[in-house]
């Protein structure tokens, strides 16, 4: 019995998830890409399109991410060597 319990309680927790998802965006992606296509190169000055966009609008997003991921690998780096100190 105790080992159903969390199974019930993880799909319940997938229903409310999936039944709060709103999937009626109205193809906000379009509008985005026109707007990338009309003013990238006059408003960043930049060489290409996907050069603006790579540096000057999402720079934020992925430096957001590769600190993520450095604090990720940070983590598990002290994770293990911790346990592979705790074995000496």
């Known amino acids: 019995m105790k080992k159903i319990i969390p199974v019930f309680v ?3 927790l997938g229903v409310i998830l999936l039944s709060s998802i709103n999937f009626d965006y109205g193809n906000p ?4 890409s026109d ?3 009309k003013h990238a190169l006059a408003q960043t000055g930049a060489l290409n399109i996907i050069t603006a966009i790579y540096l000057n609008y999402r720079a934020f997003d992925t430096l957001g991410e590769a600190t993520v991921f450095f604090a990720t690998a940070l ?6 060597r ?3 100190e705790e074995g000496r």
Do not use: H, P, S, W
Request: hydrophobic share 60%; net charge positive.
């Open 35 to 37: 707007y990338y296509v």
């Open 29 to 32: 992606g379009a509008r985005v």
């Open 10 to 12: 993880l799909i319940a």
């Open 82 to 84: 911790k346990k592979e």
């Open 75 to 80: 983590g598990v780096f002290m994770l293990l």
